[in-house]
């Protein structure tokens, strides 16, 4: 019998040592991507804060002119209906990332009283809204650990249409921040229409235009919906590595604590082991000198 737990005890230290090399593969993996994608990430928050800016002296601008200012994407209308955007993963083993951002979409739909479409990013959230009967309007999944400008443009077109066409009176986009390695957390922000940013002070300086603010919004304004987009997806997959990461580091401690303490007991089996053999040989040998 101690021989048999002292087997069990072997093939299951052999077992979890095969894990923990597993799960500390997976966290190397996931802290090279992670780099990468942090490096996107920071890298675009400048754009946008200054696209932004620019946008918001432009809008100024328009304002002030004759025309006005009016654009389809800055249409403001009673919301009847909405849609919301949820970005999820592909894959799980991504610690409570998935299960975050899923009970923030569950409970806005739980407490939204208007007509309701989801768009899903991501397998992991595609799969929670069919088990629980919600088809989705669009789907869109396997967009790779890089996210591509050309994938954000062309989900970004697709919300735009959704937008102007008046098939829905607001879109939201829910999406996971990434703050650290450590800690994301899951965000909604409002896509269209676009709030138009506030213009600078009278004291700022004037700008000329060429053609006109409102040829410039025209632009300004699809470019600004694409970097929203972009932006959001970036956020989402680093925020998706840096939980990954973290997840695996944490499996691969908890597997060192585990390997420890099988070691321990397999020592504490073998020696009881040892033991009872030294006992029955010696108990052996005193029957014999009795004789």
């Not at 093939?11 to 090399?21: A, F």
């Not at 592909?90 to 806005?108: C, E, F, K, P, V």
């Not at 959704?162 to 650290?180: A, K, M, Q, V």
């Not at 397999?266 to 009795?290: L, M, P, W």
Request: aromatic letters at 4%; zero cysteines.
């Amino acid at each position: 019998m101690a021989g048999q737990s002292v087997r069990d005890i072997k093939r299951r230290i052999s077992s979890v040592k095969n894990m923990r090399q597993i799960t500390k593969a997976m966290e190397m993996v996931a802290a090279a991507k992670l780099r990468r994608a942090q490096t996107q990430v920071t890298a675009n928050r400048p754009f946008t804060d200054k696209l932004r800016e620019v946008l918001a002296r432009v809008v100024s601008a328009a304002r002030k002119s004759e025309a006005g200012l009016r654009h389809p994407l800055l249409e403001q209308r009673e919301v009847k209906r909405v849609l919301y955007v949820v970005i999820t993963a592909d894959r799980g083993l991504a610690g409570g990332y998935n299960a975050n951002i899923i009970r923030r979409l569950q409970s806005i739909l739980d407490e939204e009283t208007r007509e309701v479409a989801v768009i899903a990013i991501g397998r992991k959230g595609r799969d929670y809204l069919r088990k629980k009967g919600v088809v989705p309007l669009r789907e869109h999944v396997q967009l790779g650990d890089e996210i591509q400008y050309s994938v954000a443009r062309s989900i970004a077109a697709e919300l735009m249409d959704e937008f102007t066409s008046g098939r829905f009176d607001e879109i939201n986009i829910l999406y996971t921040e990434f703050i650290s390695a450590m800690s994301q957390r899951p965000v909604v922000k409002r896509l269209l229409p676009v709030e138009a940013p506030a213009g600078e002070s009278d004291e700022a300086v004037e700008y000329i235009y060429e053609p006109s603010p409102e040829r410039v919004i025209n632009i300004l304004l699809p470019r600004f919906v694409e970097t929203e987009v972009f932006g959001a997806l970036m956020e989402a997959k680093a925020s998706e590595l840096g939980a990954r990461m973290t997840a695996m580091r944490n499996a691969s401690d908890n597997a060192t604590e585990m390997i420890e303490q099988l070691t321990l007991n397999y020592n504490r089996a073998r020696q009881a082991g040892i033991t009872k053999e030294i006992s029955e040989i010696v108990g052996g040998a005193e029957a014999i000198a009795a004789e």
